[in-house]
Nanobody, 126 residues
Framework: VQLQASGGGLVQAGGSLRLSCAASTRSFYNYNMGWFRQVTGKEREFVAAISRTGDSTFYAGSAEGRFTVSRDNRKNTLDLQLNNLQPEDTALYYC????????????????????WGPGTLVTVSS
């Protein structure tokens, strides 16, 4: 599975962006998916994840209430709506495939994800 994230850009604090991730597979519906972000010099961190059917989601504490993950299995796409963005949200955002069957909060570290595509840069100015 190849993944391509897009939708990043420059936005002022308090603004919004919608990221999208296109998957190159017709069996996209088989995969739980996740969003991560990384700041230069820091470790990649979990942002949000969504189950195969979209009926279950997890968020990092920093994303809860501001970000919304969704998917369209007919279009093989994964989205991340970013609202009320703050300068500390500035990062390279990645989508990835969850590579284990256990879709639980204790299985959301980067090691359980794969097929990292090139990220999309989100820059939030103060």
């Amino acid at each position: 599975v190849q993944l391509q994230a897009s939708g990043g850009g420059l936005v002022q604090a308090g603004g919004s962006l919608r990221l999208s991730c296109a998957a190159s597979t017709r069996s996209f519906y088989n995969y739980n998916m996740g969003w991560f972000r990384q700041v230069t010099g820091k470790e990649r961190e979990f942002v949000a994840a969504i189950s195969r059917t979209g009926d279950s989601t997890f968020y990092a504490g920093s994303a809860e209430g501001r970000f919304t993950v969704s998917r369209d299995n007919r279009k093989n796409t994964l989205d991340l709506q970013l609202n009320n963005l703050q300068p500390e949200d500035t990062a390279l955002y990645y989508c990835a495939v969850h590579r284990v069957p256990q879709f639980r909060r204790d299985y959301l570290q980067t090691t359980w994800f794969a097929n990292w595509g090139p990220g999309t840069l989100v820059t939030v100015s103060s």
